[in-house]
């Protein structure tokens, strides 16, 4: 059995700040966090990312998931994507 890791994500210049930039990584799965919030998923090889609903510093950190901001999804469909891909109603 292998254990989900974690690394950090992004461009801090001081480790410090590491904790507000999580990525979760359990097999090819991998779940990216911005403070406590999942803001980017790729599960199933299906990679979705939120728009930017909370301010400039989880913006900057949606950037450096993915720069491209025509892939983002509001909430509604990121979360029902979110819910399809692992199996829940």
């Known amino acids: 059995m292998k254990f989900p890791k974690f690394f950090n994500y992004g ?3 001081s480790d410090n700040y590491g ?7 359990d097999g090819a799965d991998r779940y990216w966090f ?3 919030t999942l803001v980017a998923f790729r599960i ?3 990679f979705h990312i939120s728009k930017n609903y ?3 510093t989880t913006g900057k950190h949606l950037n ?5 901001k025509s892939i ?11 819910a399809r891909l692992k199996g829940e109603k």
């Open 11 to 13: 461009n801090y210049s």
């Open 34 to 36: 911005s403070y406590e």
């Open 44 to 46: 199933n090889g299906e």
């Open 19 to 25: 904790v507000h930039t999580l990525c979760f990584e």
């Open 54 to 56: 909370w301010g400039t």
């Open 64 to 68: 450096w998931i993915d720069n491209d």
């Open 72 to 82: 983002r999804e509001d909430e509604e469909t990121f979360k029902a994507n979110f």
